[in-house]
């Protein structure tokens, strides 16, 4: 027994087990690095996404499916990677990439922009806040040009007279905007009226039904819209601009973070980025 108590690898063993045993009760509220650790974080993660998903928080059966799928998730991606099944994935990379993209957006995004910063935007996209232009006209059908030529000018020595085909369109079209018109007559129709002048018969305009004449009663030009009703518009715009420069800048971080080595040829390729070093 002395001489088994004497051994130099008993001491090595006991010695080990004592430092393993201290080093497991130092650490005994810390995970493994290799566990699969869930907290009250995760499952109010589950929950919040369910009930988005659902518009209803999960029953306590729901959740314990949830919890069990996402552990089964975790392991199996664990694994995955350890096998190195994430190498060279496009389909991982670009939705690690997305990811990434939709972090940074939505930091930026949190950001709510002051009043004068949307009234600068205002002031320099104005042309783009407008309201649309509206046209009020009579029109009358007819089946050829000459029908229609013949017509213009029985109206132009007699403004009420009676011309024109019958036909199921309107014969008045009161505050209608360019889009409503191409709806009805066509695009080409549509910018040909809003050309014409007020109060005289013009035409003949084509579209898909015949040839038509037409008499612009009422122009209603566009307007600049006020401030406050573009104001969520102005604040999307703005919050896109942000998230742009939010992506633009996180990217130039990213590039002093790393090197990208390419051969000569392949360089000019890249001048979109910052310098690209030699191999």
């Not at 108590?5 to 087990?17: K, R, S, T």
């Not at 699969?36 to 998903?53: C, M, N």
């Not at 037409?214 to 406050?228: C, G, H, M, S, Y």
Request: charged share 30%; hydrophobic share 40%; glycine share 6%.
């Amino acid at each position: 027994m002395k001489r088994l108590l004497g051994e130099p690898l008993l001491h090595f063993l006991v010695a080990g087990g004592l430092l393993f045993a201290a080093y497991a009760w130092i650490n005994k509220g810390e995970a493994r690095p290799d566990s699969v650790q869930i907290t009250t974080a995760e499952v109010s993660w589950l929950k919040e996404t369910f009930t988005r998903q659902w518009q209803r928080p999960p029953t306590d059966a729901e959740l314990q499916d949830l919890l069990v799928d996402y552990v089964r998730e975790d392991l199996l991606a664990r694994e995955a990677k350890a096998l190195g099944l994430d190498q060279n994935d496009t389909v991982i990379r670009r939705r690690l990439a997305q990811k990434m993209r939709f972090i940074v957006e939505d930091t930026a995004a949190l950001a709510e922009p002051p009043d004068a910063e949307l009234m600068r935007l205002y002031e320099k996209n104005r042309a783009q806040y407008m309201s649309q232009g509206k046209v009020s006209f009579t029109q009358r059908l007819f089946r050829t040009e000459a029908d229609a030529r013949a017509g213009l000018a029985r109206l132009a020595a007699r403004p009420d007279a009676e011309v024109g085909e019958p036909t199921m369109l309107e014969s008045d079209y009161a505050g209608v905007d360019a889009a409503a018109v191409t709806s009805i007559l066509g695009p080409e129709f549509s910018a040909r009226v809003f050309s014409l002048p007020t109060g005289q018969w013009q035409g003949p305009l084509e579209s898909g039904y015949g040839v038509h004449l037409v008499r612009i009663d009422v122009r209603e030009d566009a307007q600049p819209l006020p401030f406050a009703s573009v104001r969520g518009q102005l604040r999307e715009e703005w919050q896109r601009g942000e998230q742009e420069r939010a992506n633009e800048l996180y990217m130039a971080g990213l590039l002093k973070k790393y090197e990208v080595v390419a051969d000569d040829s392949i360089r000019p390729l890249l001048a979109g980025l910052q310098a690209v070093k030699r191999p």
